[in-house]
C-alpha cells in the first residue's frame, strides 16, 4: 500500500532543498538584473510577450496578467501579452505552417525592437521556443529564457537563462514561478 503521507513529505523536503539551492545561487542575481531591464524597457514604452508550452504557457499568461493587472499594489497597467492565450491564432498557426510556428509567427507581427520576450521552457528543447528566440533576437528584441538545469544550447541568442535547479519538470515549474513572482515585485516596487 502506498503511504500518501509518506509521499507529499518526500515532495515538499524536494522543494524545500531546490529553494535552498536557489537561494545560495547566483539566479537572485539575475532576476534583479532582469527587473532592472523590464523597467527601463516598460519607461521607454516597451512591451512584455511571453510564452511556453502546457504548464509553462499557463504560467505566461498568469505573469502576464499580473503586469497588466496588479501584483501587490495598485499602479499604472503594464503592456504585457500572453503569446499562449489566443486560440484562434494558435490553431491557424499551427495548421498553416505548424506547431513550431506558434509563437515566432505572433513574435514577427507584433515584436519591437528593444522589448522584452520572456519563453518559459523547462527542457530548452521546445522547437516553438527556440524558433520565438530566434525570431525576438532578429528584431532586436530582449530575450529571456527560463529552464531547468541544462543549458540553453543557442545560448548567444538570449541575454538572460534562468536555469532552475532542478530535474523534474513540477519542479522546475515550481522554481520557476516563485521566480517569477518575485520579478513582479521588483518591477512593481520601482513603478508608480
Do not use: W
Request: aromatic share 4%.
Amino acid at each position: 500500500m502506498v503511504d500518501n503521507i509518506k509521499i507529499l513529505k518526500k515532495n515538499i523536503l524536494i522543494t524545500k532543498n531546490n529553494l535552498e539551492i536557489l537561494i545560495k545561487s547566483d539566479l537572485l542575481d539575475q532576476i534583479d538584473k532582469l527587473s532592472k531591464l523590464i523597467c527601463n524597457s516598460l519607461k521607454k514604452k516597451n512591451k512584455i510577450l511571453f510564452c511556453g508550452n502546457g504548464g509553462s504557457a499557463s504560467e505566461a499568461s498568469h505573469i502576464a496578467a499580473e503586469f497588466v493587472g496588479r501584483y501587490l499594489k495598485e499602479r499604472k497597467e503594464q503592456p504585457a501579452i500572453s503569446l499562449t492565450t489566443d486560440n484562434s491564432i494558435i490553431t491557424a498557426i499551427g495548421n498553416d505552417y505548424g506547431f513550431k510556428e506558434i509563437f515566432s509567427k505572433q513574435i514577427k507581427a507584433i515584436g519591437n525592437k528593444k522589448d522584452i520576450l520572456i519563453a518559459l521552457s523547462t527542457s530548452g528543447k521546445s522547437e516553438n521556443i527556440i524558433n520565438a528566440i530566434k525570431s525576438a533576437k532578429k528584431k532586436g528584441m530582449i530575450t529571456v529564457l527560463f529552464t531547468g538545469e541544462q543549458k540553453f544550447k543557442f545560448k548567444k541568442l538570449l541575454n538572460i537563462e534562468i536555469n532552475a535547479p532542478a530535474k523534474r519538470v513540477d519542479r522546475i515549474q515550481e522554481l520557476h514561478l516563485v521566480l517569477l513572482h518575485n520579478l513582479c515585485e521588483l518591477v512593481e516596487l520601482k513603478l508608480k
